[in-house]
Every structure is written in C-alpha cells, then in structure tokens.
C-alpha cells in the first residue's frame, strides 16, 4: 500500500478492530509518518449517522475553537472578510462565529444545517472566502490531498483540526483512532502537514498539536498591544522590532510599525526588509500562532469587543436572507 499524501512506501503496524466486528489493518508512511487504515470499505456503515453520535464533546469544542480562530482571524486576516466552516455539522460553529461578529457561512454535504441556516454558502454569492475551516474533519478523509486542492479553490487559507499522531504511534486503543465509529481512517504528523504545504506551495503554521493553518498569503501579523504579547514579541529578539517601542508612542506611518483605528500594532514589511526578514517573518508567525492557540483569552476578549455584533442586527440580516 502506497501513501496517500506523499506516494512513499508504508509498513504495516497493527491490525484492530473496527465497529466491533471487522479486522483492519494500518499502515505507516516511512518517508511523510502519515497513519492510514487500508481501504476503508466499512464507511457506509460508519456513516449510517453523518454525525457521530458518540461524540459528546460537541459544544465544548465549538466553544473552545471560536476562541482559538477569532483569536487567529484577528492576529493575521481580514475581519471584514468572509469565511466559511467546511464539513460545518449542524451550524454551531458558524452560529456561534457570527455572534462574534465574523461574516460566517456554513458547509457540509453531509448534514443538515439546524442552526445557521440562512447562512449555507454559495460560491456564486460569495466568491472571495478569506479563509475556511474545517475542525475535526481531516482524519475522515480518504483523499487529504483532494480535499486540500477544493478547498484552496475556494480561499488562500486553511485553518483546520485534527490531533497530531503521537510519536511512537500509539497502540489501540488510542481514543482518536475511533474504532468504535470507523469514522477516523487518516492520522497525522508535523511531518505529514509540511509535506502537504509542500505540495500545495504553503506556508503551514501549527501548534504542534491539533490546530493547524494551511495558507497560500504571506500573512502578517497585527500585533496586539498586550504586554504578555508585547513580551513574547520582544523574546523572539526578531531583527525588525526595534522601533516598537517607538511607535508605541505614537502613529507614525513612516515607521514599519503604526496604530490602526482598532488599537493594533501592524507590521508592514518595507522597503527596509530583506529576504532574511522574510524567513523571520515566518519563524515570526509560527510563534505568534502557537501562542495564540495556546491562549486565546486576551485577543479573544478584544475581538469579541471590536467586532460585537448586534444578535439582532443579525436576525434582521437572517430573515432578509430567507425572504429572498
Ligand atoms: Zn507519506
């Protein structure tokens, strides 16, 4: 069996069972470290819900999640863009990302939108997509790689989840393997993802753990005026931050670092920058987002109060929708 991200050679590892009843083997990549079951035959069975049923982690996820991506829109992207949740269930993300106040739309073949509806994206209505995700949807994929090329067709940027593969793989039972739904059949390593952003000609930024962003931008990120940040920033000794303390003092659009209307700080790479400020700049980014995926709170609590938007404004906005 070959491997489906990188086509290298795999090795068998173990054999479990799946739904109880049938005997599947896994196999190894022994170039990308990618974790594949054999051709998973047993999926119409595993599907007969969409959801899985036994997933009681549902709404702490979502909740959990929101945090982490607003805090990550706000840092690198456009907050007056459009974004879509990919494989989006019964709409509680999108739901929960618009009451943050992100133009959010929903997604998924496979589900009925319960609680975002009104909000079902089309691409002829909605033809730039800032970004897209897609949580806890990569280890259900037989074609990671086709997935990926869809939904770079639709934005520059994937932020997605999926729990990174333990080194040495665990044995089952391993709670993510799901051997009790089938529904898991793709496992990953920081190995795997950087192959993938390889081939696609990204940058990839993670958190080494489970959240993950895919993107095709050179982003740039706006750094906020918090001091745990200001200090994790200082930390890097990054070659381009020493006038921070100087445009801390005030806006100065001369300087590589200004005030925006939100109170942000924005880096602007300029014409003083090299390409080796563009290898840091990434080295930069990696760090900003493995921070922010590890605390959210702060950024989090200050997007939640920039972008607050009015539950009503959007029922307005909702029964437009429908009526039309
Ligand atoms: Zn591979």
Redesign the pocket.
């Known amino acids: 069996m070959k491997?489906i991200?990188?086509?290298?050679k795999t090795k068998e590892i173990f054999k479990t069972k799946i739904l109880s009843k049938y005997d599947v083997a896994f196999y190894q990549?022994t170039?990308?470290?990618?974790l594949q079951t054999e051709k998973p035959f047993w999926l119409k069975e595993a599907y007969q819900s969409s959801m899985n049923l036994t997933d009681t982690g549902v709404l702490d996820r979502n909740l959990f999640y929101s945090k982490k991506t607003a805090a990550i829109l706000f840092s690198f992207f456009d907050t007056s863009g459009s974004f879509l949740d990919f494989a989006g269930g019964y709409g509680i993300f999108t739901r929960r990302m618009r009451d943050l106040g992100f133009d959010y739309y929903w997604d998924d073949p496979y589900t009925e939108n319960l609680i975002a509806k009104g909000f079902e994206y089309k691409k002829s209505k909605i033809p730039d997509v800032e970004l897209v995700t897609a949580f806890e949807t990569y280890e259900h994929l037989e074609d990671p790689l086709e997935t990926t090329e869809k939904l770079f067709k639709i934005s520059d940027s994937i932020l997605f989840s999926t729990a990174i593969l333990p080194d040495p793989v665990p044995d089952p039972p391993w709670w993510y393997y799901g051997t009790e739904h089938g529904q898991h059949i793709s496992f990953f390593r920081v190995k795997?993802l950087r192959?993938i952003a390889n081939i696609f000609k990204c940058n990839l930024y993670t958190d080494g753990k489970d959240l993950h962003l895919l993107t095709k931008k050179n982003i740039i990120p706006h750094i906020f005026i918090t001091n745990t940040v200001y200090e994790l920033i200082k930390s890097l000794n990054f070659s381009g931050i020493s006038r921070l303390s100087k445009s801390l003092i005030a806006p100065d659009k001369e300087k590589d670092f200004y005030f925006d209307l939100r109170n942000r700080i924005i880096f602007q790479p300029t014409k003083f920058m090299s390409k080796t400020h563009f290898s840091d700049m990434q080295e930069m980014n990696q760090k900003v987002f493995q921070y922010l995926a590890a605390n959210p709170d702060t950024i989090f609590n200050i997007a939640k109060n920039v972008l607050k938007r009015k539950t009503f404004d959007d029922m307005l906005e909702l029964q437009k929708r429908i009526n039309n």
């Open positions: 491997c991200v990188c086509n290298s990549c170039s990308c470290e990618f795997t192959k």
